[in-house]
């Protein structure tokens, strides 16, 4: 599959404007539509008042998420650390975004989880905003190694 161009050096965003993916409401229903469509979910966790943050937003997910051919590849869910917004998780479960980002010890923003429908991780997380002149290509790895691993556990079971 050939790299998506991302929206690399955009332009910022007008004051008080923030970029952000579709906020996690419902886990268990992203991860039954995981399921079905054989795609992983992207979990971006995130702070209110992270800049790397809002430039991983900006200028590689949002411009990812909202390209056809990658929407089609993953399902895009931001979860605040900070937040106090109702989430229900892969298993269920009535928590917060707070508490949530807690159980799997997120610390640093921004990181992204990429995992199967039942929330177990397909990879190693990314932390941080890594060299941003390869972030778009770490961002494309990490769909792309999940997808092989759904893929390819689920063909095994066939």
Known sequence: MPPVAFAVGATRAPAGH?????????????????????IPVLLFFDRSDCPYCERAL????????????WSARAVYRQVEIDGVEPLIDFAGSRTTHREFAGRHNIRLTPTIYVVDGHGNPLGQPL?????????????????????????????SKS
């Not at 923030?18 to 054989?38: H, I, K, Q, T, Y």
């Not at 900006?58 to 051919?69: D, G, Q």
């Not at 932390?127 to 063909?155: C, H, K, P």
């Open 58 to 69: 900006r200028e590689f997910l949002v411009p990812m998420a909202n390209n056809a051919e």
């Open 127 to 155: 932390v941080g905003l890594m060299t941003v002149d390869f972030y778009g290509a770490y961002l494309e790895e990490a769909i792309n190694a999940a997808t092989t691993r759904l893929r390819g556990s689920s063909e």
């Open 18 to 38: 923030r970029f952000n993916l579709p906020a996690a409401r419902n886990l268990g229903s992203d991860g039954v539509r995981s399921a079905a469509e054989r």
